[in-house]
């Protein structure tokens, strides 16, 4: 098996999250030569983090300094690409963070290889890596081996248990590189308040509110704030992560006095996102197939729909309540209180 150099990069406390241990998990998995290339402002505490898995990892190297701290393409570039050199490793693998989907693409086309990305898995096979992906927003899946390299990979997120290996004591041989020049300079973070936020990728649980929360009901009336209490009373209590369908976000996105908290980055489908949670719950969504293949990675599917011939009931969900998702929700958010 050719050798591999997995680039991670670290926290700003010097860790490693949650996708740098499962793409190292995938990348012990292949039992070749392993390099491992650190980046950040600080490395150590990374690099002891994976010292537990002792001989199976040859080298671990770094390209580290304050310069190197923040997401940035020009230097998360400078540092893959100098990373990728010193390796000199045929393979190059990567867990699809923000940072390295942006950077690696650039860095392959530098190092005159190509890169393939979202990865759902990677094995051997004669002695080459072989990759899986789905294509068509999740409706084929494909396995595919390239001859060309440097081969460039990154691995999704949530498709093999993080390495939970014992820590240790390593050794990093620094790789020097002179910070490139930059034009943007990073003067803070904002980000919603966290009980505000409503998309949470490592939730149990995935909540899907769909365009019915918004129609008229059997009282001739449309009740749309009582659905957002509703929906944010049980976003309070479980902390599942909140998606929409299409429909619905699109109402939100028109200023519509309708579940103000919804946006278009919580849609889930051909159009949106294909979040990968262990459970998910469909309420008032038709369950279109547009809609639908955005539930592909959803592990166990249920949804409440007061129509018997909805989408849901046509092997999309594995449990389908024909009900009144009001009232479902109502007598869920008393019992969870
Ligand atoms: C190219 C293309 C791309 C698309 N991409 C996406 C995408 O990424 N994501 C997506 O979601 N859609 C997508 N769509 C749109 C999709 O086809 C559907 O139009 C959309 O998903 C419908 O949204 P909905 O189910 O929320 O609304 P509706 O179809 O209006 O369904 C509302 C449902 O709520 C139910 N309901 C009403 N009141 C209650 C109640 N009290 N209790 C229980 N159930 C109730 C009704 O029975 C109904 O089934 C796409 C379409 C196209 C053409």
Redesign the pocket.
Known sequence: MESILLLLHTESDGSLARPALEAFAAALSLGAELTVGLAGSTVQPAADRIAGAGAAVKRILAVAGPAFAEPRYATDAAAAEALARASGAPIVLAPSTSRWSRALPGVAFRLGGRVDTHATAIAEAGGAPAITRWFYRQRMEAVLTRSLRPWVVLLDSGCVPAWDGPTGQAVVESVALAPPATRTSVTGTRSPESGQQTIRPDARLLFV?????T?K??DGAVHSADAEKLILDFLRLTQASLG?????VDLSGEGEAVLRFMTHMN??????ATPRHPKGLS?????????A??WRFIGERRA????PN??WARGKADVLYV??????MAHLNRLLQ
Do not use: M, R, Y
């Not at 309420?283 to 809609?291: I, K, V």
């Open positions: 509110a769909g365009a019915g929360w129609k009901q059997a929409g369908s299409k429909s619905l849609q889930i489908g051909q159009t949106g309420t008032c969504c038709h369950g279109e197939e547009p809609h293949v955005g409440i729909n007061l129509d909805c989408g009900a009144d998702a009001f009232e479902v």
